[in-house]
């Protein structure tokens, strides 16, 4: 079973490119989350998914879009990427949305926007 | 808002002992704590979980306690072993949804 699988691994990216960076998971999961790694700031929350079809802003969703077409998959686009959104972009799911419940996390996809 | 805080310095700690980590939270209290362990260049492992009507709850070396007056969690490792040194992130939750907010992460080091 790999859990969360996320691609790619690192990028580095012009400045208004449009970027997707994705994310599928085995485990049937219902809900499944995108967070972003800054230093010194922790893991914000960008985007999130109750189920398929539905999805929700976090606490940091400018910039970025996200659809869920079926229960693996969830996808994270950046329409025209800044150099702002250079981070470390962390997939997550667990099987539902309300809590209290474990966070299961992928591998991690480090952007650089130049 | 929410906010969770740990102690962003790095502790060093000697093989064999105790530390203790710290997470304060903002506001009113959160439904559940979370605890994860994050490796360098690693995603996020769970650890684990308490309510607010929890006291303390433990696995294995790790226990973890939960003081709503202080607003506040510990996160205690007994006979600490070099393979735990890794940033530990507390998170809570967001009005009982699995939202979570993270904190920064406290950075360990267990030095043989």
């Known amino acids: 079973i790999a859990g969360i699988t996320q691609a790619p691994t690192s990028q580095i990216l012009a400045a208004g490119r449009r970027m997707t960076l994705r994310c599928t998971q085995d485990?049937?999961?219902?809900?499944m989350y995108w967070y972003r790694q800054d230093l010194g700031l922790g893991l914000r929350l960008i985007h999130y998914?109750?189920?398929?079809?539905?999805?929700g802003k976090g606490e940091v969703p400018d910039g970025y879009s996200v659809s869920r077409a079926n229960t693996d998959d969830f996808p994270l686009t950046l329409a025209s990427a800044v150099p702002s959104q250079t981070s470390v972009y962390f997939c997550?799911?667990?099987?539902?949305?309300?809590?209290?419940?474990?966070?299961?996390f992928g591998p991690g996809t480090r952007l650089l926007v130049l | 808002s929410q906010k969770i805080e740990q102690n962003s310095e790095a502790l060093n700690i000697q093989e064999g002992k105790t530390d203790t980590l710290t997470c304060n939270y903002t506001?009113?209290?959160?439904?559940?704590l979370e605890w994860y362990r994050q490796d360098p260049g690693r995603g996020p492992v769970f650890l684990l979980l308490?309510?607010?009507?929890?006291k303390e709850k433990r696995k294995e070396r790790l226990k973890v306690t939960f003081d709503t007056t202080l607003k506040q969690s510990l996160f205690h490792i007994t006979a600490s072993q070099p393979a735990d040194s890794a940033t530990y992130l507390c998170?809570?939750?967001?009005?009982?949804?699995?939202?979570?907010?993270f904190g920064a992460g406290t950075r360990l080091a267990v030095h043989p």
């Open positions: 997550a799911s667990s099987e539902s949305l309300t809590g209290p419940e474990t966070q299961y």
């Open positions: 485990m049937r999961h219902n809900a």
């Open positions: 998914s109750n189920t398929a079809g539905t999805t």
């Open positions: 506001n009113y209290s959160p439904a559940y």
């Open positions: 308490i309510r607010e009507n929890e």
């Open positions: 998170a809570r939750d967001t009005g009982g949804y699995n939202k979570l907010i």
